[in-house]
């Protein structure tokens, strides 16, 4: 089955630094790559995702790019603030009638203001 | 609004007791899922639910039961026969088994005392 590495468990940053969150996962027929941000007593929610027919995407302060060949893809969040302090999981899938994703064990990003 | 609702938030119970968490959503997802959450550990799949009156067992099944009588609910029970039932519980949904955005519950903690 497939495997997700994350990494690192945790990452301290000051305010207005930039983040860096890695994944690596095992199966190349994987597809879909989400990501999500879990703040504290609360549960996950989708803050961006990419298909393996796209290098990169990006939403305002976030970026997610995917090395298919490498079969790693990355979280990127520049500018950071304190209320993006939370756990963030990637997660990968196939699609196609069998989607199940597996998630990495977390990220915890802590921003000091 | 639409979303995912689980009650209650924080559930405690004696050893040895069955107990039965509840998951509601009002999205018309045919997909539902439910994740058992520690620390360090990511989110673990239990059980998922393509759609109504079937499901199929996750990586840690065991111990654990769903049923899926209606689209709108997915109810998890934890048996007695989980071993270290306390943790962070999990329900999400999606549109369907096709690679897609799943949307999470607010989460049950549940200790066993």
């Known amino acids: 089955g497939e495997n997700v590495e994350q990494h690192p468990s945790t990452l301290s940053v000051q305010e207005g630094d930039s983040a860096v969150i890695k994944c690596t996962y095992s199966d190349s027929a994987s597809n879909y790559f989400p990501w999500y941000k879990q703040e504290l007593g609360k549960g996950p929610q989708l803050i961006i995702d990419?298909?393996?027919?796209?290098g990169e995407k990006k939403d305002q302060r976030i970026a997610v790019t995917l090395n298919k060949t490498a079969k790693h893809f990355s979280l990127h969040i520049t500018e950071t603030q304190p209320e993006d302090s939370a756990v963030y999981f990637c997660?990968?899938?196939?699609?196609?009638?069998?989607?199940?994703?597996?998630f990495g064990r977390g990220t915890s990003l802590i921003v000091h203001p | 609004d639409g979303g995912i609702t689980q009650s209650p938030k924080y559930l405690f119970r004696k050893e040895g007791q069955n107990v039965t968490l509840s998951c509601e959503q009002n999205l018309n997802h045919d997909a539902m899922y439910w994740y058992r959450q520690d620390p360090g550990q990511g989110l673990r799949l239990i059980y998922y639910s393509q759609i109504v009156n079937d499901f199929q067992k996750g990586d840690i099944a065991e111990g654990y039961s769903v049923s899926r009588e209606k689209k709108e609910s997915f109810p998890l029970t934890v048996t007695s026969a989980q071993k270290n039932p306390t943790a962070f519980y999990l329900c999400?949904?999606?549109?369907?088994?096709?690679?897609?955005?799943?949307?999470f519950g607010p989460g049950t903690r549940l200790t066993v005392l």
């Open positions: 997660a990968a899938s196939k699609g196609g009638g069998s989607y199940i994703p597996t």
């Open positions: 990419i298909r393996s027919n796209v």
């Open positions: 999400a949904s999606s549109i369907g088994l096709v690679g897609g955005e799943q949307f």
